[in-house]
């Protein structure tokens, strides 16, 4: 295979329109902003460690709360990573090229901080090492860290690999007299020269690890969905589990990359990389994942419902009709129903619209894994009596809110470092692109926008 | 500092406060004063009783101690291990359970447990509308394929030969999963750090490795009074029900008592129709219910399980 040619000066359209730029105002705001809700996060957090997880409104059954029901929400979030760097690539769907590192930075954050958050949650988070030195393979818990280390590792790979080429631009971009800067590029280069050799490795190796993730993330959310579904408990007692979470997963994933694309997309001025064209063909993705979910839905919830057993039907009650009927149904009808509408006309899947409704998808996901966790923990097989009034319920207290904003700002504030250092559209994938001969017509979009 | 303290009121605890210094002493003490005696260190002028070998009560400076309490010696029991030859065994018997609340008093002083805490729950059931209400009071089951024990990540929680369901406080991580896993809603959680035994509270509870000693962030429950049952005793909660609900014993022997009367386990189970709660499940747990038939007492419910209410039964008398 011939190598890609990129030429590293200024009549490089791509290098001008791709190359990291530095913060303008508002991103410099939007970093301060991030940066002041991870150190009230920290601050929360110090006084959870201080005080126990007393300063949580978990209690002997809420012993669940919003820190479980963010951890799921984060490993749902980085399915999109594979889902667009693996599978849309076997499928071998030419526009996602623009699309697949702000996927994969999304997973990778994701995903690391679905692991500090599990951390969190720990009554004894001094003992983790317990669960290498003790770890017991008969435990869901043990599979999760298992798969979900595996699952960092092959997304960081996956993330970092396609990346070199690109830091070799930025490496051989950066002035000598820039001494730091110029040291961290070569030394992520990996002494990056661009032969053919190299390339044809890294196509190899994009290749093998495409494959690897599909299992792998698969693997994940089911193990993820086992931590509930192996209890007996009302609302997590169900072989859907599995399915169920993966394509919950699929449908926030997709949300979350739309939402954080078009960001960048506005933000950075990249119209002509990512045209309205993604967002209609991302659009109709996210309609079918989330015709998927629907699926998932009704049976997740008709099946008990028709029958309405006992516990069942207490916990059921309290979603369809009860204390959690207004957040069940916004998040039915706002993160699963509107967008499967709206996005069905044309007009629907312009760049706005899409975003907005990718917002209500992932906003919909992330209290959807809280009607997940909690409810159910409210409605034990022994009805919850003789405790105080307040253990009846379960409100998350600011030190839980505070922490679990710092997760998600924390998770943005590595994807913006990300876009600061390095392209977020891959530019040697994009020479590529463009130098191929084999572009059919359908997939240009290029050459549609022009 | 005189013997006439007024201020406990538990005889027992005291009894056996005086016990373990005495076993202290014989078991290290006396040698030790006896080199202490040797050594000139110079005296604290606070006195301290020991039980000396024939049986006199003996007065000695502090300074002729060694303070330090030789833990190996006490906590020989392996928190991982059960009482050899037995497999514990409860029946709860709900004819006769009124909510005194008794069992739960007791189990809260005897396990040192804050008055937010409870190992055992006295549960207000109703199987139906036309059924009549009925107390069942829930400790742990000490299921025989228990589910906490299985989703323990790190082994903290296992079963032991006697039946029991232990926890080891030094090894769980507080990930809860087991809490979650339990349909019985048996375990409890240390959820702040500033509940802590104080040193003789401490003293009392080691020799008995397997009773929780509340380390925060980690899970706890009822652990059928390993203390009690390492000396043939029964539970504190058995000895404490004025209605003799709970029969406690060793499936083996074939035997189980309420401290009134002694019955044989399958004889009792038989002729009372004793069965299990959610016997579905599959859990097989080891502690069997004698269903609300002929009660010994009309329902009366309370808002409350007020102490007040415990203190009426005990001066009615049973």
């Given at each position: 295979?011939?190598?890609?040619?990129?030429?590293?000066?200024?009549?490089?359209?791509?290098?001008?329109?791709?190359?990291?730029?530095?913060?303008?105002?508002?991103?410099?705001?939007?970093?301060?902003?991030?940066?002041?809700?991870?150190?009230?996060?920290?601050?929360?957090?110090?006084?959870?460690?201080?005080?126990?997880?007393?300063?949580?409104?978990?209690?002997?059954?809420?012993?669940?709360?919003?820190?479980?029901s963010n951890f799921v929400f984060f490993v749902a979030i980085s399915l999109v990573g594979s889902l667009v760097s693996a599978i849309l690539k076997l499928a071998n769907v030419r526009w996602r090229t623009p699309l697949v590192?702000i996927s994969e930075?999304i997973a990778?954050?994701a995903i690391?901080?679905a692991?500090?958050?599990?951390?969190?949650?720990?009554?004894?988070?001094?003992?983790?090492?317990?669960?290498?030195?003790?770890?017991?393979?008969?435990?869901?818990?043990?599979?999760?860290?298992?798969?979900?280390?595996?699952y960092?590792?092959?997304s960081?790979?996956?993330?970092?690999?396609?990346?070199?080429?690109?830091?070799?631009?930025?490496?051989?971009?950066?002035?000598?007299?820039?001494?730091?800067?110029?040291?961290?590029?070569?030394?992520?280069?990996?002494?990056?020269?661009?032969?053919?050799?190299?390339?044809?490795?890294?196509?190899?190796?994009?290749?093998?690890?495409a494959v690897?993730v599909v299992p792998l993330a698969l693997g994940i959310h089911t193990v993820t969905s086992w931590l509930f579904a192996?209890?007996?408990?009302?609302g997590w007692d169900s072989s859907n589990f599995g399915p169920y979470f993966v394509a919950g997963a699929f449908q926030a994933g997709c949300g979350g990359v739309i939402a954080v694309t078009y960001v960048?997309r506005?933000?950075?001025?990249?119209?002509?990389?990512i045209t309205t064209k993604h967002f209609d063909n991302m659009a109709k993705l996210l309609v079918l994942l989330s015709l998927v979910y629907l699926y998932f839905n009704i049976n997740e919830y008709l099946v008990p419902g028709y029958k309405m057993?006992?516990?069942d039907?207490?916990h059921l009650?309290?979603l369809f009709t009860?204390?959690y009927a207004p957040l069940f149904w916004s998040v039915q009808i706002f993160g699963m129903v509107v967008p499967i509408v709206v996005m069905l006309f044309k007009k629907g899947r312009a760049p706005l619209p899409v975003f907005i409704v990718s917002l209500l998808v992932v906003v919909g996901a992330w209290f959807k894994r809280f009607l997940i966790v909690v409810p159910t923990?409210?409605?034990?097989?022994?009805?919850?009596?003789?405790?105080?009034?307040?253990?009846?319920?379960?409100?998350?207290?600011?030190?839980?809110?505070?922490?679990?904003?710092?997760?998600?700002?924390?998770?943005?504030?590595?994807?913006?470092?990300?876009?600061?250092?390095?392209?977020?559209?891959?530019?040697?994938?994009?020479?590529?692109?463009?130098?191929?001969?084999?572009?059919?017509?359908q997939t240009?979009l290029?050459?549609?926008?022009? | 500092?005189?013997?006439?303290?007024?201020?406990?009121?538990?005889?027992?605890?005291?009894?056996?406060?005086?016990?373990?210094?005495?076993?202290?002493?014989?078991?290290?003490?006396?040698?030790?004063?006896?080199?202490?005696?040797?050594?000139?260190?110079?005296?604290?002028?606070?006195?301290?009783?020991?039980?000396?070998?024939?049986?006199?009560?003996?007065?000695?400076?502090?300074?002729?101690?060694?303070?330090?309490?030789?833990?190996?010696?006490?906590?020989?029991?392996?928190?991982?291990?059960?009482?050899?030859?037995?497999?514990?065994?409860?029946?709860?018997?709900?004819?006769?359970?009124?909510?005194?609340?008794?069992?739960?008093?007791?189990?809260?002083?005897?396990?040192?447990?804050?008055?937010?805490?409870?190992?055992?729950?006295?549960?207000?059931?109703?199987?139906?509308?036309?059924?009549?209400?009925?107390?069942?009071?829930?400790?742990?089951?000490?299921?025989?394929?228990?589910?906490?024990?299985?989703?323990?990540?790190?082994?903290?929680?296992?079963?032991?030969?006697?039946?029991?369901?232990?926890?080891?406080?030094?090894?769980?991580?507080?990930?809860?999963?087991?809490?979650?896993?339990?349909?019985?809603?048996?375990?409890?959680?240390?959820?702040?750090?500033?509940?802590?035994?104080?040193?003789?509270?401490?003293?009392?509870?080691?020799?008995?490795?397997?009773?929780?000693?509340?380390?925060?962030?980690?899970?706890?429950?009822?652990?059928?009074?390993?203390?009690?049952?390492?000396?043939?005793?029964?539970?504190?909660?058995?000895?404490?029900?004025?209605?003799?609900?709970?029969?406690?014993?060793?499936?083996?022997?074939?035997?189980?008592?309420?401290?009134?009367?002694?019955?044989?386990?399958?004889?009792?189970?038989?002729?009372?129709?004793?069965?299990?709660?959610?016997?579905?499940?599959?859990?097989?747990?080891?502690?069997?219910?004698?269903?609300?038939?002929?009660?010994?007492?009309?329902?009366?419910?309370?808002?409350?399980?007020?102490?007040?209410?415990?203190?009426?039964?005990?001066?009615?008398?049973?």
């Amino acid at each position: 295979m011939e190598p890609v040619k990129i030429k590293l000066d200024k009549s490089n359209q791509l290098l001008t329109d791709l190359m990291p730029k530095k913060f303008n105002a508002s991103g410099k705001l939007w970093v301060g902003v991030l940066l002041v809700i991870v150190v009230i996060g920290f601050y929360a957090y110090i006084r959870q460690l201080q005080k126990g997880l007393v300063v949580t409104d978990m209690r002997d059954f809420t012993s669940w709360g919003i820190y479980i029901s963010n951890f799921v929400f984060f490993v749902a979030i980085s399915l999109v990573g594979s889902l667009v760097s693996a599978i849309l690539k076997l499928a071998n769907v030419r526009w996602r090229t623009p699309l697949v590192r702000i996927s994969e930075i999304i997973a990778v954050a994701a995903i690391f901080f679905a692991a500090i958050i599990i951390i969190v949650d720990m009554g004894r988070p001094e003992r983790f090492w317990h669960l290498f030195a003790f770890g017991r393979l008969q435990s869901p818990i043990l599979w999760d860290v298992i798969v979900i280390t595996t699952y960092l590792v092959v997304s960081s790979l996956l993330l970092y690999i396609p990346l070199l080429p690109d830091i070799a631009i930025c490496r051989d971009l950066t002035p000598a007299s820039l001494k730091f800067k110029k040291w961290f590029y070569t030394f992520l280069a990996l002494n990056w020269r661009g032969t053919s050799q190299q390339y044809a490795l890294i196509h190899k190796c994009i290749n093998v690890l495409a494959v690897l993730v599909v299992p792998l993330a698969l693997g994940i959310h089911t193990v993820t969905s086992w931590l509930f579904a192996t209890t007996y408990r009302a609302g997590w007692d169900s072989s859907n589990f599995g399915p169920y979470f993966v394509a919950g997963a699929f449908q926030a994933g997709c949300g979350g990359v739309i939402a954080v694309t078009y960001v960048l997309r506005n933000h950075y001025n990249l119209k002509k990389y990512i045209t309205t064209k993604h967002f209609d063909n991302m659009a109709k993705l996210l309609v079918l994942l989330s015709l998927v979910y629907l699926y998932f839905n009704i049976n997740e919830y008709l099946v008990p419902g028709y029958k309405m057993k006992t516990v069942d039907g207490e916990h059921l009650k309290s979603l369809f009709t009860g204390h959690y009927a207004p957040l069940f149904w916004s998040v039915q009808i706002f993160g699963m129903v509107v967008p499967i509408v709206v996005m069905l006309f044309k007009k629907g899947r312009a760049p706005l619209p899409v975003f907005i409704v990718s917002l209500l998808v992932v906003v919909g996901a992330w209290f959807k894994r809280f009607l997940i966790v909690v409810p159910t923990l409210l409605h034990p097989f022994i009805p919850i009596q003789n405790v105080p009034a307040s253990w009846h319920t379960y409100m998350p207290t600011w030190e839980e809110w505070a922490i679990t904003s710092a997760s998600l700002a924390g998770a943005l504030l590595v994807i913006t470092f990300f876009v600061r250092l390095f392209p977020i559209i891959s530019i040697w994938e994009m020479t590529e692109e463009q130098q191929s001969p084999q572009i059919d017509e359908q997939t240009n979009l290029y050459e549609a926008q022009a | 500092m005189d013997s006439n303290n007024n201020e406990s009121n538990d005889s027992r605890r005291d009894f056996l406060r005086k016990g373990f210094v005495a076993t202290a002493a014989v078991a290290t003490g006396l040698g030790l004063v006896e080199t202490a005696c040797k050594e000139t260190k110079p005296k604290t002028g606070d006195k301290v009783k020991l039980l000396s070998p024939d049986g006199k009560i003996v007065e000695v400076d502090s300074s002729m101690i060694n303070p330090a309490i030789p833990d190996s010696l006490l906590s020989k029991h392996n928190v991982r291990e059960g009482v050899p030859g037995k497999k514990f065994v409860m029946v709860i018997d709900l004819s006769r359970c009124r909510n005194a609340g008794k069992c739960k008093s007791a189990c809260s002083k005897m396990h040192y447990l804050p008055d937010n805490r409870s190992y055992i729950k006295i549960n207000k059931m109703q199987d139906s509308d036309k059924a009549a209400p009925y107390w069942m009071p829930t400790p742990c089951f000490h299921c025989d394929n228990p589910p906490c024990v299985k989703v323990c990540p790190v082994g903290a929680t296992f079963k032991l030969t006697d039946g029991i369901v232990g926890i080891d406080n030094e090894r769980c991580i507080g990930c809860r999963f087991c809490m979650v896993a339990c349909p019985y809603s048996a375990r409890v959680f240390n959820w702040d750090t500033e509940y802590q035994l104080n040193i003789t509270q401490m003293n009392e509870i080691k020799p008995h490795a397997a009773c929780s000693t509340h380390v925060s962030g980690t899970v706890e429950k009822c652990d059928f009074c390993p203390t009690n049952t390492a000396k043939d005793e029964l539970p504190d909660c058995v000895q404490a029900c004025p209605n003799g609900v709970f029969y406690f014993g060793d499936e083996v022997e074939d035997v189980v008592s309420n401290g009134d009367e002694t019955v044989r386990l399958s004889q009792l189970l038989k002729d009372k129709s004793g069965y299990r709660y959610l016997e579905d499940l599959g859990t097989k747990p080891r502690v069997y219910y004698l269903p609300p038939v002929n009660r010994q007492f009309p329902f009366k419910d309370a808002e409350v399980p007020t102490e007040a209410e415990g203190q009426t039964t005990h001066e009615s008398g049973h």
